[in-house]
């Protein structure tokens, strides 16, 4: 059984930083791309970064410059640096993750809220 468990959210004033982590555990071959998305309330879900598993990463316009995604493959673990946090930030943050088991699937995390004041 294949799980990924997030931890790192809560609350923070504007402008400042919070580290999301999402550690895969289970039965795991390999990780391919893992990555970030959210969603905030009444909205639709979308990609906030990802990142392949030669390190190669891809942002969303409005995250460029603040987010950073990294990840240590030994741990199976992403993580996701967010400085000069907005209000527009806030929103339940998911990890995703293509897991080589048998099979290749894509596995989400259960969510972390992510709730920026201004």
């Known amino acids: 059984q294949v799980q990924l468990v997030e931890s790192g959210g809560g609350l923070v004033q504007a402008g400042g930083s919070l580290r999301l982590s999402c550690a895969a555990s289970g039965v795991i071959q390999s990780i391919n791309s893992m990555g970030w998305h959210r969603q905030a309330p009444g909205g639709e879900r979308e990609l906030v970064a990802t990142?392949?598993?030669?390190?190669?990463?891809n942002y969303a316009d409005s995250v460029k410059g603040r987010f950073t995604i990294s990840r240590d493959n030994v741990k199976n673990t992403v993580y996701l640096q967010m400085n000069s946090l907005k209000p527009e930030d806030t929103a339940v943050y998911y990890c995703?993750?293509?897991?080589?088991?048998?099979?290749?699937?894509?596995?989400w995390g259960q969510g972390t809220q992510v709730t920026v004041s201004s």
């Open positions: 990142i392949t598993s030669g390190g190669s990463t």
């Open positions: 995703n993750a293509q897991i080589v088991t048998f099979v290749t699937r894509s596995f």
